[in-house]
């Protein structure tokens, strides 16, 4: 039985026939083709409904989320415990239906969640322990970071770059650098918020906790910064690549 049949049977179990919305009720028993058929037919449905989306991403029925997203469902209503649907797919790593919502044209990357908490900040915080880990859908939720963080560059005009900062830290304890690097290139003010917030740069926290050296130009560090800290403290100096020597000389600590 596949998990989706599974999940299936235990709404089916839960639910039952207990609300008189035949349209919930066919999204919480899966039942796509029905959906399709209601929402293809004379029936009109409040968009703004909460309960179908979020219930749909809750449940894991990708298709069925598709299907309310081609009808104009709002991605970005919370349901009754504030969560918006991005934010409960990011927190069931379901890849499939955060690629749909993600692609929406409607999606909105920065909801009045009263929880306190971004859907960003649970990927990312879900991908540091699972490479601490070394969980199996490791580089599927970092793909999923990308995708997000892309995304906000592009859209969200009010985005708190500051929010990262603990992040960027975070992921480079773990030896974590791809994630660091696209967040300096999309936000380059997080440099300097950085230095602010803890009394160091980018650069100079990455050697501190053991990053590999040959990163460290792409994170910030000067050839003349690499070689004074290889001096202080004997580090081993691995020659970088032509590429390499080229991309720090634009880059300061």
Known sequence: MSSYEHGRQLAQRQYGNFT???????????????????LNGQH????NKTC????AVELGYGD??????????????????????????????NFEIFQLLLNSPNIRLLPNILCGTRPLDILLSKFVTNVKHKHENTYQLEQMCCS??????????????????????????VQVTTLPLL?????????SEF????????????????????????LGASNQFLALRNREYGFFNSKLSDKEKES???LTL
């Open 44 to 47: 009109h449905f409040n968009i």
């Open 195 to 218: 230095q602010k917030e803890f009394g160091k740069s980018v650069a100079e926290y990455a050697m501190e906790v053991g990053v590999s050296e040959k990163h460290l130009p792409f």
């Open 20 to 38: 008189s919305d035949s349209l919930l009720r066919h999204v919480i028993l899966g039942e796509s083709e029905q959906v399709s058929a209601l």
């Open 148 to 173: 997000y963080l892309n995304k906000i560059h592009t859209e969200a005009t009010a985005f708190p770059a500051n929010s990262l900062l603990m992040h960027i830290k975070r992921l480079l304890e």
């Open 248 to 250: 720090s000389l634009n």
């Open 183 to 191: 967040i300096i290139k999309l936000f380059p003010q997080v440099r």
């Open 64 to 93: 069925i989320v598709q299907t309310l997203l081609q009808h104009d469902f709002n991605p970005n209503q919370e349901n009754i415990t504030h969560y918006s649907s991005l934010f409960i797919a990011c927190q069931d790593n």
């Open 52 to 55: 179908y989306l979020t219930k």
